[in-house]
């Protein structure tokens, strides 16, 4: 299997991602894919959109929404499956995971001096936030709406993954 990736993965990320498909033989060509990061040269059909953490995809999902969307259809409309793989550590590894999820930017908690009596005092930075139950709720949206599927893995099996996904679209006869 000869796998493509996409020139705009960031550098530090494909450098550690290339070592990992070095070291188990798997072969690889770089040029721009029209939706994804990853993709076998065998099946164009199935697509791995890879993210660092659960916190790029809330940013995709939430502040990116409509560039999100725009791609899951130009996906759609291609006739392509995506997977997205986030690769946030040993915590999450199902997207059941991701509804008990404690969103840190939901939970910081800074100091600050109160502007009338001086006084420190707590605040959350920014209790907004999406949490775990709320991402949750919109992957499964998105996966329900545009046939998206979410997987996950730590940094260290990410390459792995990859090859693993795509094998498994192949046998599968996803095309």
């Known amino acids: 299997m000869t796998i493509q990736t996409d020139t705009r993965e960031h550098a ?22 029209y939706v994804g990061d ?13 993210k660092k953490d659960l916190q790029e995809l809330v940013g995709n999902v939430t502040q990116q929404h409509e560039r999100f969307k725009k791609e899951l259809i130009r996906a759609i409309d291609a006739g392509i499956k995506i997977i997205f793989l986030i690769e946030h550590g040993p ?39 999406v949490d775990g139950k709320q991402l949750y709720k919109s992957l499964c949206t998105i996966q329900d709406r545009y046939g998206a599927r ?16 795509l094998k498994d679209g192949e046998t599968k006869g996803i095309r």
């Open 12 to 33: 530090s990320e494909w450098n550690r991602i290339s070592k990992q498909f070095d070291k188990i033989g798997v072969q690889y060509v770089r040029s721009k894919l």
């Open 38 to 50: 990853y993709m076998s040269l065998d099946n164009a059909r199935l697509v791995i959109d890879r």
């Open 91 to 129: 915590d999450i590894q199902t997207l059941e995971d991701v509804y008990f999820w404690q969103n840190p930017r939901k939970h910081e908690i800074r100091w600050r001096k109160n502007k009338i009596t001086g006084k420190p005092e707590k605040y959350f930075v920014s209790p907004k936030a």
């Open 150 to 165: 979410f997987e996950f893995c730590t940094k260290d099996q990410t390459g792995q993954k990859i090859m693993e996904i």
